[in-house]
């Protein structure tokens, strides 16, 4: 089980500070969606020159251009590139298709699946597909809805229907919420605003990882 890290803090010396606190416990590095427009592909290879041992994600929610999208982000040094699950199929493909040229991973985004059904069913055609990682991904702007499902509910009837695909959970994750993920195996726990909003980012990590330890234990 790895811990990624979301940092989409759209400011590069913050970003910078954290990592400097973070990066020890942290399995995987991702350039949120905010910092990469605000500061473009180039923000990859510096942050992968000062991090080579870690992965780097890019979290791009490619929507079309597959290939070419994801291609900038693989050249720049990222090793993950994430795609939305409900683009096109020849999006996901070409995508596909781009990492498998550059080394690298694509991580299919779940994001836009309100209805738990639908997950479902993309999920297993996602993973039929072959992508690296299939990602359930809580929005910013609807966690906290009372009509969501709960998250341990959606991993296990999301969980049951992938294969193939490593399984991410992303959205609003902290310490309880993360107790209550690890026993369901997922291969990838993302978490943001619990770390970088935190007094202390690094002893966040540490409980994080902690928590991530006993339970696998």
């Not at 399995?27 to 473009?40: A, N, Q, S, V």
């Not at 059904?117 to 906290?144: K, N, P, S, Y």
């Not at 919420?177 to 690890?182: H, K």
Request: net charge negative.
């Amino acid at each position: 089980m790895q811990l990624q890290l979301a940092l989409d803090i759209p400011h590069a010396g913050a970003v910078r500070r954290l990592l400097d606190q973070t990066a020890f416990g942290v399995d995987i590095i991702e350039l949120g969606t905010p910092l990469l427009i605000r500061y473009g592909i180039d923000i990859i290879t510096g942050i992968r020159r000062d991090y080579p041992e870690t992965k780097i994600l890019a979290d791009l929610k490619i929507v079309d251009a597959g290939a070419l999208e994801s291609g900038l982000a693989f050249d720049a040094g990222a090793d993950i590139v994430t795609v939305l699950g409900t683009a096109h199929e020849a999006t996901l493909r070409e995508a596909g298709e781009q990492a498998k040229k550059s080394g690298g991973r694509i991580m299919a985004d779940l994001i836009t699946t309100r209805e738990v059904d639908e997950a479902v069913r993309l999920a297993r055609a996602l993973d039929l597909a072959g992508v690296d990682f299939i990602c359930l991904h809580t929005a910013f702007d609807t966690q906290g809805l009372d009509d969501l499902e709960p998250v341990p509910e959606r991993i296990d009837r999301v969980g049951a229907v992938v294969r193939q695909a490593g399984l991410a959970v992303a959205g609003g994750l902290d310490p309880r919420m993360i107790e209550r993920l690890v026993p369901r195996e997922p291969d990838i726990v993302v978490v943001g605003s619990y770390v970088t909003g935190n007094a202390d980012p690094g002893h966040a990590v540490r409980q994080i990882r902690e928590i991530m330890s006993r339970t696998d234990g």
